[in-house]
């Protein structure tokens, strides 16, 4: 459950930045998303918030750390204003599974009580910790569920294909005021391994293209640690997905350091219209970043 190692080694750092040499795009330096192009437009965003660990005596990633981002993080949340928001690794780590203490999820729902949060249960049968935020004032939870990345799929926290801490997709269903029906899929695959992300991928893939098939409009939101052309996305586009190309980086190692184009990324069904975006906003709030990613904002219109 979440990123419990230091996030990025020198070497996949050096991969990274040698594949971004082959990729055209364009740095976004937007401070604010533009206003709805459509009244009919859902705004929808993927954020990774870095989990907190509990037992960390010091640093961003502490109590402490969250103390002083959590002001900054919920003036982002404000300033996006989506109707729907995919979060990864919205946890609470004090070791184990257990999600009883979750501050940042807590806290921005406090803050924000025009959202609440589906994909989301009693930890022991449901892993909460990537939640997605809802205006209910525009849409209805209709149906909700998770699978594992894993040999074992529907066993709750199964170990990932190659052994590490668990990884999972949660996704929601929910219903407009108009009745259309669509699923967002939130998802976080790994970072170390690229054959661990391309097993999560083609599960992910297998999970969806029936849906899809079928005519239900699905939106795949979250931090894929994969780059335009990469392996991981040929196979999510297996499952009839789109990738709207990211204008920017979106992981910037807290520093502010755009050195590589987007890893966290939007995919559409064929029958999801893009309105406007993708959008990224790149700057601090309050003085501090809010956690080490950038947002991901699109407006998207339902069949």
């Known amino acids: 459950m979440g990123r419990r190692v230091v996030r990025w080694g020198l070497g996949a750092v050096a991969a990274l930045l040698l594949a971004a040499c082959a990729q055209q795009w364009r740095l976004s330096t937007g401070d604010a998303p533009p206003a709805a192009t459509a009244p009919d437009a859902l705004r929808v965003a993927t954020l990774n918030v870095h989990y907190i660990d509990m037992r960390a005596p010091d640093g961003?990633?502490?109590v402490a750390g969250w103390e002083a981002r959590r002001g900054p993080l919920d003036a982002l949340v404000k300033e996006m204003d989506a109707d729907i928001v995919a979060f990864q690794e919205m946890e609470s780590f004090a070791g184990g599974d257990d999600d009883s203490v979750n501050l940042a999820r807590s806290f921005l729902l406090a803050q924000n009580p025009g959202y609440?949060?589906?994909?989301?249960g009693d930890w022991r049968n449901f892993p909460s910790t990537q939640p997605v935020f809802y205006r209910p004032d525009r849409l209805t939870l209709a149906d909700q569920g998770w699978f594992f990345f894993s040999e074992t799929p529907d066993q709750i926290y199964s170990r990932t294909f190659d052994g590490s801490w668990p990884a999972f997709a949660s996704w929601a269903e929910f219903e407009t005021r108009r009745g259309q029906r669509f699923r967002v899929v939130n998802v976080h695959l790994e970072y170390r391994s690229a054959s661990n992300r391309r097993l999560s991928a083609a599960l992910i893939r297998d999970r969806i293209a029936?849906?899809?098939?079928?005519?239900?409009?699905?939106?795949?939101?979250?931090?894929?640690?994969?780059?335009?052309?990469w392996a991981t996305m040929d196979l999510l586009e297996e499952a009839g997905l789109r990738f709207p190309r990211v204008p920017g980086a979106t992981w910037?190692?807290?520093?502010?350091?755009h050195?590589?184009?987007?890893?966290?990324?939007?995919?559409?069904?064929?029958?999801?219209?893009?309105?406007?975006?993708?959008?990224?906003?790149?700057r601090k709030r309050a003085g501090d970043w809010p956690t080490d990613h950038h947002p991901v904002i699109a407006d998207l219109l339902l069949p």
């Open 60 to 62: 961003p990633w502490s």
């Open 116 to 120: 609440r949060a589906a994909a989301t």
């Open 210 to 229: 029936p849906l899809v098939a079928g005519g239900m409009p699905v939106i795949l939101a979250g931090d894929l640690n994969a780059l335009h052309g």
């Open 252 to 257: 910037h190692m807290n520093r502010g350091l």
């Open 259 to 282: 050195l590589f184009g987007a890893i966290d990324h939007i995919g559409l069904s064929p029958d999801v219209a893009l309105a406007a975006g993708p959008f990224v906003l790149q």
